[in-house]
């Protein structure tokens, strides 16, 4: 089982990156995705969620607006793409995937409902 997030690096403030998140292994096609990120010394926080289906998605207030999310769903893989635009400063952190399954009724924005997790890839924005 397997997430691997990839496309974080350094931008300029109002700048564009495209975050992926290739899962395998398990069938990811029918959970629910998110991606969490998580700052020096703060807390890992909420910023998207998506169904199965991809057609419902959630945002945290700081990025609603500026990030979008979508899915691929194939037989034997999922890749999630996370695009962020007019980055800030305060977007830099380490970007999580994660994974639940699509029965579940718990809080998709806390990060302790999710089981399935990606190591993570940085995202520096600066101004």
């Known amino acids: 089982v397997q997430l691997q997030a990839s496309g974080g690096g350094l931008v300029h403030a109002g700048g564009f990156l495209r975050l992926s998140c290739a899962a395998s292994?398990?069938?990811?096609?029918?959970?629910?995705m998110a991606w969490f990120r998580q700052a020096p010394g703060k807390e890992r926080e909420f910023v998207a969620s998506?169904?199965?289906?991809?057609?419902?998605?959630?945002?945290s207030d700081s990025v609603n607006g500026r990030f979008t999310l979508s899915r691929e769903n194939a037989k034997d893989t999922m890749t999630m793409y996370l695009r962020m635009y007019s980055l800030r400063p305060e977007d830099t952190a380490v970007y999580y995937c994660?994974?639940?399954?699509?029965?579940?009724?718990?809080?998709?924005?806390?990060?302790?409902?999710?089981?399935?997790w990606g190591q993570g890839t940085l995202v520096t924005v600066s101004s």
């Open positions: 994660a994974a639940v399954r699509s029965s579940y009724t718990g809080p998709l924005r806390s990060p302790e409902s999710y089981n399935y």
């Open positions: 292994g398990l069938t990811f096609s029918n959970k629910v």
């Open positions: 998506i169904d199965w289906s991809g057609q419902n998605t959630q945002f």
